[in-house]
């Protein structure tokens, strides 16, 4: 059985930073190429970040360019999200997903296995 679990979430102010973890059981880690997506109040689901299995190739949400950086520790199956420069639309429950079924990544259908989630919250 598969389980993904988001840690790291929060309270954070305008213009601070994060990082969340994701990890990941009852698979071969290194297999599969990862995302995180996010889910804002009365707004869809949305591909924030994607990492390929080496972790050699990412792709960024355009409005997180610059400030959110995705990597993986495949040794300790483990993916995270550095999040810098925070604004309070990044506020959002931020999902970890893996296992891509077919493209584009930006599609949350098009994912496997999911956490349930970690909330981050940014003040102003």
């Known amino acids: 059985q598969v389980q993904v679990v988001e840690y790291g979430g929060g309270l954070v102010q305008s213009g601070g930073s994060l990082r969340l973890s994701c990890t990941a059981s009852?698979?071969?880690?290194?297999?599969?190429?990862m995302t995180w997506f996010r889910q804002a109040p009365g707004k869809e689901r949305e591909g924030v970040a994607y990492i390929t299995m080496s972790g050699g190739t990412t792709y960024y949400l355009e409005s997180v360019k610059g400030r959110f950086t995705i990597s993986r520790d495949n040794a300790n199956d483990t993916l995270y999200l550095q999040m810098n420069s925070l604004k309070p639309e990044d506020t959002a429950m931020y999902y970890c997903?893996?296992?891509?079924?077919?493209?584009?990544?930006?599609?949350?259908?098009?994912?496997?296995?999911w956490g349930q989630g970690t909330q981050v919250t940014v003040s102003s």
């Open positions: 997903g893996l296992h891509l079924t077919r493209g584009p990544w930006t599609i949350p259908a098009h994912w496997s296995y």
């Open positions: 009852g698979l071969t880690f290194d297999n599969y190429p």
